[in-house]
């Protein structure tokens, strides 16, 4: 499915203006599942009703409020479209700072941007720019009636723009279980180290899928085929009970086990691929076998001492 535009404007930074049009760069993979009554069956709609008279409100006339608990301010879209941000059609170069000092905490939604003039020049001296000095430049711009923060940076051969949540919408964690003082000794930190050691990996995205989103969609076909009178255990099979998730009382015993069964995992996938080598060797087996037409050249040499 092509990707349609969901904004148009231009990334500004001094003098330089760079034309693009923003695309979400991510999709939900979900399936769509909609409510019904239990019943019969029947779709649970909802609807916006007036509380005064009474009536189905169309969206047209939905306007949006603020109650401050004894007045309530009516503001209407006219309204909205009328405050400065609101217009802005700029996506503005605040700072550039070093990539690394932005925390992951902060990102939010991802945007691609392409670029969107007869001459891609400027887009690609921004990107080339950002890629040669590993810096982030930090942004504000208006997004559906919302004053944001952002962080452009280069993804591939594209520009990609993240929102960033603001400051004060990060919470700060305090729990009072890490004032305690904890004893940590030098062996428990080395068979953790190990145990990371053991699953440590490169990262491939594609690796990984949604099992849940998977078994829903079998759950789903299997109840065309079936119906009412599906079988739940035929379909996905019998599920082995998985280990009590119950406080661990020996944290060395735990850590050893794991180093243990994580690499007996490893070793017997290792182990799998190597017999698919050995079976090629059997031809090699059969070369001394090769070596028999030379023992009928004996009686060739019995005939020339007869001769």
């Given amino acids: ?32 599942l909609h409510q019904v009554h239990d019943e019969d069956g029947g779709r649970i709609r909802y609807q916006r009703r007036c509380e005064i008279c009474g009536k189905v409100v169309d969206y047209a006339h939905i306007d949006k409020a603020y109650d401050d608990g004894e007045r309530t301010v009516v503001l209407t879209g006219d309204d909205l479209a009328s405050l400065p941000e609101e217009k802005s059609r700029e996506i503005d170069v605040v700072e550039f700072v070093p990539s690394d000092q932005i925390d992951p905490i902060m990102l939010d939604r991802s945007y691609f941007l392409e670029p969107d003039s007869s001459s891609a020049k400027s887009y690609v001296l921004l990107r080339r720019t950002l890629e040669q000095t590993d810096r982030t430049a930090i942004v504000h711009f208006a997004l559906r009636q919302k004053t944001r923060l952002g962080a452009l940076r280069v993804h591939g051969d594209v520009l990609m723009l993240q929102s960033l949540l603001w400051s004060d919408e990060v919470r700060e964690a305090t729990f009072p279980a890490l004032d305690e003082r904890v004893r940590i000794t030098a062996k428990e930190l080395e068979m953790s180290s190990a145990l990371v050691d053991s699953f440590a990996s490169d990262f491939s995205p594609e690796d990984f899928t949604d099992d849940y989103q998977e078994q829903l969609r079998t759950l789903i076909e299997a109840k065309l085929e079936q119906g009412e009178a599906l079988d739940t255990e035929a379909t996905f099979g019998e599920q082995p009970e998985k280990e009590s998730g119950g406080e661990v009382i020996d944290l060395m015993e735990a850590l050893r086990r794991s180093v243990e069964r994580n690499a007996a995992k490893k070793t017997s996938t290792k182990k799998s691929p190597a017999k698919k080598p050995a079976a090629k060797k059997s031809p090699t087996t059969k070369t001394p076998a090769a070596k028999k037409p030379a023992a009928k050249k004996e009686p060739a040499a019995a005939k020339k001492r007869r001769a």
């Fill in 1 to 32: 499915m092509s990707m349609r535009a969901i904004w148009k404007g231009a990334v500004t930074f001094g003098l330089v203006n760079v034309p693009v049009k923003v695309y979400a760069a991510t999709e939900d993979h979900d399936l769509a």
